[in-house]
């Protein structure tokens, strides 16, 4: 793999991780009530498994983007 | 006068022995018959509210999925439309190449109708079909419905599971899901293949497989040669535009299914309330007759007694 040139590989970021993070710098900068209400537009709460050989292991809750994929 | 008196006995026990022995015999008494349609009573109740909440929740599901096709028209056209899955015999799979990711996307709550297991049944025919033609498939689960159904027919297949997710979706869930994706390794694969439910109206809705196929960057099938790109690194900015596609499509089909789980629920709620009408109906003549038919008994008794006194 050669090396990223674009700021956000160089940073170890992906794509959307980037997307989103300037999603949420851009949600940051509305005043109050409408921030509040924009800040509800990024909740995600769910839980991952991962699979081998037919088993299902243990359960992880994922509350941000970060512990996504883990 | 004594034949008299043993058949006025006879006459006063008989219908007392008949209802035990109709007790006996497993026929409903008329205090079981009460309690049956108390209950069916109060299981219409909760159907026609859970109806309703589904009716109120669907409104909000239909706004966020108009807002979210914006995020599907676009795919369509560097990836193809979805797929129709309407008779299952006819779709072959043919044009999937060697390794394909299957992401079948279900509910986590029951009592939704038979949208979990169109999409199962629609997975378990393609996982045949694509092993048929020697070409290898996985599956990422999305929701717990398709987790328990699915984990019955393929196990050996799953590779993840996204359970117990929080409503109502939105774009930073559909890029958690697809780092769940990646975690999977979904870059080692030829294409991603999404199965969803499609949302029409409150009444109809229809299955759908969407294929998403990273795109070439040179060679015969080089996509977007129209177009000249800077810096030229086109294979980098196409890498980031594979994600920022899958993270877009899941989205789109994460709040199809959703609005097409809610009218499911709605539409098998009010059948629910419906077939509990009818029961109570059925139910309430049964508790008629074995009414009347105790006060009989009770007649009978009291007219035999009275007429023992007499003679």
């Known amino acids: ?70 | 006068m004594a034949l008299r008196a043993s058949v006025q006995r006879v006459s006063r026990t008989l219908p007392r022995l008949m209802a035990q022995a109709g007790a006996a015999r497993g026929m409903a008494t008329e205090k079981q018959i009460f309690n049956q349609i108390q209950s069916t009573k109060n299981i219409k109740k909760i159907t026609s509210s859970m109806k309703m909440v589904s009716a109120a929740k669907l409104k909000g599901d239909e706004t966020r999925l108009e807002l979210a096709k914006p995020f599907n028209e676009w795919t369509n056209a560097l990836c193809g439309k979805p797929v129709h899955l309407d008779d299952l015999e006819n779709i072959t799979y043919e044009e999937l190449p060697q390794k394909t990711l299957i992401v079948p996307i279900t509910s986590d709550k029951g009592l939704c109708g038979g949208v979990n297991s169109f999409i199962s049944r629609s997975v378990r025919d393609a996982i045949g079909k694509i092993n048929a033609q020697g070409k290898e498939c996985d599956v990422v689960i999305i929701g717990d419905k398709g987790r328990s159904q699915m984990s019955r027919s393929f196990p050996e297949k799953i590779l993840r599971t996204a359970t117990d997710i929080q409503a109502p979706g939105n774009f930073n869930l559909a890029a958690a899901l697809s780092a769940e994706l990646t975690a999977a390794g979904a870059m080692n694969y030829d294409a991603v293949m999404i199965v969803y439910n499609s949302y029409v109206n409150a009444a109809v809705y229809h299955q759908y497989y969407k294929v998403i196929k990273p795109m070439a960057v040179e060679g015969e099938g080089e996509s977007m040669v129209e177009y000249e790109f800077e810096p030229d690194v086109k294979s980098e900015i196409m890498g980031d535009l594979y994600e920022y596609m899958l993270t877009s499509q899941i989205y789109y089909c994460f709040m199809d299914g959703a609005a097409a789980e809610q009218s499911s629920r709605m539409t098998a709620m009010e059948n629910a309330s419906k077939n509990a009408g009818e029961m109570i109906d059925t139910l309430t003549l049964q508790y008629n007759r074995a009414r009347q038919a105790r006060i009989t008994t009770e007649l009978i008794e009291i007219i035999s007694g009275a007429s023992a006194l007499e003679g």
């Open chain 1, 1 to 70: 793999m050669s090396t990223p040139t674009t700021f956000w590989r160089l940073a170890g970021m992906s794509y959307t991780q980037y997307v989103t993070r300037a999603a949420t710098a851009l949600r940051n900068g509305l005043k109050e009530p409408a921030k509040t209400q924009a800040m509800r537009n990024e909740a995600l709460s769910y839980n991952s498994a991962t699979w081998a050989g037919g088993k299902a292991g243990s359960k992880k809750p994922v509350q941000v983007l970060s512990e996504a994929g883990l």
